[in-house]
């Protein structure tokens, strides 16, 4: 017989006879005690291999042990759990639970439901703990959510990362480089064990809005959102954003050090008078003082860059430059807090943080739990918007059509599921597999005189008419995800250029220009746009005139002192101005560096 192959955390130790006998000698130690319970077996028959792992950083989680099908937790363990006379690690201890990892996953066979054991046809050997168990931390926060497609749970959990909250209850004691909060937080109406045990509703990140199912005038077509005006005025998706600015006083080597304080005149690079008004003796601007793009927020002063010989007619002492801390070119605010303190080193420094008040407009991204996400694209007039019978105008409207292709039944149950929680007053469970049920909704719906399944006569708040058709309106948890337009809107007509390619930099906090990229290129190409191509490839780009022989092709040079062209390799008169790109003459030097000489042939010649 051809002998199984055992590694030992991925290293290959020895041969054995029977790797299935290994495994189950193994786990069985490991439930009597014998072993640590860290210690993971995974046994692959067809490939004659054993894996036992016992390293670090592997993810493992907890199941109930099956032995035939019975659980090896029994109502016992279950009574004593109750009244707190056995803890978790006797259970793990006693081998009732065991914590699998990925690998050794590989041999079960996992049992959702304790019904399922009733089975008898199929040998399981493990129990879920709880259903939902099977959910990562971020996926279980989504109610329902076995009521929706896989892929629009991940993007819901990829949403909830993003989203806007209370991040922390001491953030005004912090000095993130970047912090967000949310005015008015709100625990969901329609929430998970999951968001209940791990205590999220005391660092909530959402809000529940009244929203209406239903398109608004060609306003939220696809995915944009429609939201009232007047819900953003009294605080509706409200949030602050936070950046800590710091400076240090450093100390370069020959003694000298910054400083902070007030630039005077004399200083190199010195911005005027009135950049550094807002400044106080130490050269520090105070709280609460507003503060708009590239103000000053510490004023610094710096020794020169390079020591210049002192001669004795010198009468000028050193020069010193200005290098004080400004609010980025594209952010403004108001100087939250200031802390002055000391480096490591024993350098004086200063963190500065800046606060803005983000109001949501247009171009403001926010999300349910559904992975159904919107950008504003109108902000209403409350008057304009439809209304229920009772006088409920929608805090946001949604299009129809984004429900059923992306299949996010849990959205609709959601907002039923809230609906009815506002009306009986009663939190609702939304824990995935046995949370609360659609008949349990519609019943507290049609108790308190509503229609069971949510929809609603409204009336056009334009012509005040009613509107023929039956809306589907209710409450949501919606999320305001950190994907502000103040923060990302650009443009530029000039600016810097990188001074190894002469082109625009890119990106918006170097004030870079708008790439014309391939495909974009080719558009123009295509088009037969060759001015335009030209005119966004070199004139608004790195255009440069370089000099060309006409004679043997090389680059030529302009002698400044005779004011002469001739060209260095033969020696020719006969010189050229030629526009290129710079990132062209670029291209032509580094191919001299590695030995190729490039040559210019000239047509039309003028
Ligand atoms: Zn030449």
Redesign the pocket.
Known sequence: MEKVSVYINGRFVGFCEDGEKIAKDLRERRRQGQLDPQINVASFPNMKEVFINTDEGRARRPLIVLKNNKPMLTEEHLKKVEKREVTWTELVRQGAIEYLDAEEEENTFIALTPDQLKDTERQYTHLEIDPSAILGFASSQVPFTEYNMAPRVLMASQHTKQSLGLYASNFNLRSETRGYLLYYPQRPIVQTDVYENMGLYKRSSGQNFVVAVLSYAGHNMNDAIVVNRAAIDRGLGRSAFLRTYSAEERRYPGGQKDAFETPQEYVQGYLGPEAYAKLDINGLISPEEIVEANSVLVGKTSPPRFLKEISALDVETEKRRESSLSVRSNEEGIVDSIMISETLSGNKFAKIKVRKTNIPEIGDKFASRFGQKGIIALLAEPADLPFTKDGIVPDLMINPHAIPGRMTAGHLLEMLGAKAACLDGKLKDGTSFRGDKQADFEQSLLETGFHPAGHETMYDGVTGRMMHAKIFIGVIYYQRLHHLVSLKMHARSRGPVQMLTHQPTEGRAREGGLRLGEMERDCFIGYGAASLLKERMIDSSDKTIELV??????L?VHDKVKNKR???????G??HEVVMSYAFKLLLDEMKSIGIFPKLKLKYQA
Do not use: Q
């Open positions: 022989c006409g004679d043997c092709g090389s030529a001739y060209c260095p390799v033969c020696e020719s006969d010189i």
